[in-house]
């Protein structure tokens, strides 16, 4: 807060001053008029130390909402040498989707648009489903991923599931996205997307048990006060449906 006043005061001031410059009204003070050219110095590093600033912010909010996902891992698992090998094995699977996710959000926390957003989030998450991946690459082995859209009163403006769009579900973590608008977390779940029902061939979903581990990447659109979302599933099936094998 205090970068933004000095920030504001030094554009507000050096602005004024060029214009009383340009009106000849301070002609008559040389001791203002000899220092112009230092104040335009000083505002241009002002301005220059805000955007440092502001960019090391970015790197610690992405470093620590990191941190945290780590440690919820972690806390979920045991922290014996099995668990350890477990939640590194997962941080790889995940690590391995960081350079689509990183380019979903760069086409849609700049939209400015709400009807566009909407259906870019529609057709991300189609080709998402049929392993169509950013550059236009393809992979043989779609992941399991939910992209969606929540405004800042906790209801989705988005949602690939008809029956949430709209909505506002408050599960767990949904609390904590609302509160940071940008930042990751981790979420265990039983839900099933449509993607992992249709590949074992089920219709109801509980043929089967399983756990869903999500990981759970939000980032703001300020233009629109919407939080873009995509989850990223790793499905651990402990029981298998009777059909497979018959």
Known sequence: MFDKITLGTAVFVSVATSVLDFTGAIDGLPWLKERIPVMTL??????????????DRL???????NRQAQEELAERLAVDPAG??????????????????????????????????????????????????????????????????????GRFSYHPNPVIQGTRPNQSHHARILQERNGECFWVNQFITPQLRQALGTTQGDEFKHDRLTRVYYRYNKHLNIICIIESHIDVLYQLPRNIGE
């Open 59 to 65: 790197i610690s909010v992405a470093r620590e909402a």
């Open 84 to 153: 350890i090998t477990i939640m590194r094995k997962l941080n790889a699977r995940w690590q391995e989707r960081q350079l689509e996710i990183h380019h979903f959000f760069n086409e849609t926390v700049t939209v400015r648009s709400e009807r566009v957003l909407i259906d870019r989030l529609t057709q991300y998450q189609h080709d998402f489903s049929i392993g169509q991946m950013a550059g236009g690459a393809r992979t043989r082995f779609p992941w399991d991923l939910t992209v969606a859209a929540m405004d800042l009163s």
């Open 42 to 55: 000083l505002v241009v590093g002002v301005t220059t130390l805000s955007i440092l600033i502001d960019g």
